[in-house]
């Protein structure tokens, strides 16, 4: 996936001071042992020759070979004796050494010109960060959701909310722990309080765990997004990371204020990530009739053409966890959390 210029800006900054720092402390490292040791400024100067020295050798084209082999010689001679010197100061042997976070690309964040794994790892640790500031994720896993806030009766015909919502928390499961790049679109369909925040949080979580780019966001936020960035002078990135991430999560489509523009980005959005084959978890506590009304019927038939819609079904989890929080004050114990 493309991170947006932000995160991008963000990583590079956190490489960049641990490099700094890395480097800052070596120096003062060999401030220290050149100031207690006058055979140690000794060695730093000739060694800091070495550069002038085999220019010189080179230039004069006499005996090139012997005598750059026998300059290195003596440079690794002089690396051991201040080795030595450090080890009598008491100091550990890498202690004239930069100590980088990533030995192998130096926390520059590139090797060869090819992104090191230090920066794809702080990369993915910002976006979960960001996400998790606007949801807790920490709250929102499959172990944490509980079927026991779904009716066990069956209604005329109908399989029971529980045995629907055991079979759709199980697809999720399923879902997280099988995601790949193409994996299906999904859309959560059913009314407030019954879950589909909870498990599309808990499938980000465990996606993004597994090293995928999730972008998350109610839709009135990606609306306001979209509509700063249209205004904005410079590019921020949103267009363009909500067409490429690896997972994009649109929650509570329906809810935000939407005009001709919001409505065109949303619908070019669906229709990119479908034509690309990315996928994108879509919930709503509008019915496919309701979502036709708003966002116009080629949008919802391209969503139930190719997604794949589950329904939730059940009572308002949130008005039980209320009622289970005022119980519980009044006796005095803590209620279980589901949201
Ligand atoms: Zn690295």
């Avoid at 996936?1 to 890395?22: F, G, I, P, V």
């Avoid at 904005?232 to 509570?252: F, M, V, Y």
């Avoid at 496919?288 to 939730?312: N, Q």
Wanted: contains cysteine; charged residues 25%; glycine residues 6%.
């Amino acid at each position: 996936m493309r991170y947006d210029q932000e995160t991008y800006r963000k990583a590079m900054q956190t490489l960049d001071r641990r490099r700094r720092e890395a480097e800052q402390t070596a120096a003062a490292h060999k401030r220290e042992v050149v100031a207690a040791s006058p055979r140690a400024a000794a060695i730093f100067n000739e060694l800091a020759q070495t550069g002038p020295l085999s220019t010189r050798i080179f230039l004069s084209g006499k005996d090139v070979h012997a005598r750059m082999e026998k300059l290195r010689q003596h440079n690794l001679a002089l690396q051991a004796e201040l080795r030595t010197l450090v080890a009598q100061m008491g100091k550990p042997a890498s202690y004239l050494d930069a100590a980088y976070t990533c030995p192998f690309c130096r926390d520059t964040g590139y090797i060869d010109g090819k992104m090191c794994d230090c920066l794809k790892t702080e990369l993915r640790r910002i976006l979960y960060e960001d996400l998790n500031s606007r949801a807790p994720l920490s709250l929102s896993t499959f172990d944490t959701f509980s079927l026991d806030y779904y009716p066990e009766q069956a209604e005329e015909g109908r399989p029971s909310p529980r045995a629907l919502m055991e079979r759709t928390l199980l697809y999720c499961r399923q879902y997280a722990a099988n995601f790949s790049a193409h994996a299906p679109s999904m859309l959560f369909q059913g009314g407030t309080g019954l879950g589909k925040t909870h498990l599309s949080l808990a499938i980000a979580n465990e996606v993004l765990g597994r090293g995928y780019g999730v972008v998350y966001g109610t839709a009135q936020n990606l609306a306001t997004m979209l509509e700063n960035e249209r205004f904005a002078d410079e590019e921020s990135g949103t267009q363009e990371n909500l067409l490429s991430c690896d997972l994009l999560i649109l929650d509570d489509l329906g809810t935000e204020f939407s005009n001709q523009f919001v409505l065109s980005a949303f619908y070019n959005m669906i229709n990119t990530r479908l034509l690309t084959q990315k996928p994108t978890i879509i919930s709503t506590n509008l019915t496919l009739r309701e979502l036709e009304d708003k966002y116009g019927v080629r949008i919802v038939s391209r969503i139930i053409g190719a997604y794949e819609v589950r329904v939730f079904a059940g009572n308002d989890v949130r008005q039980i966890l209320r009622r289970e929080k005022m119980n519980a004050a009044r006796r005095g114990d803590s209620p279980r959390s589901q949201g």
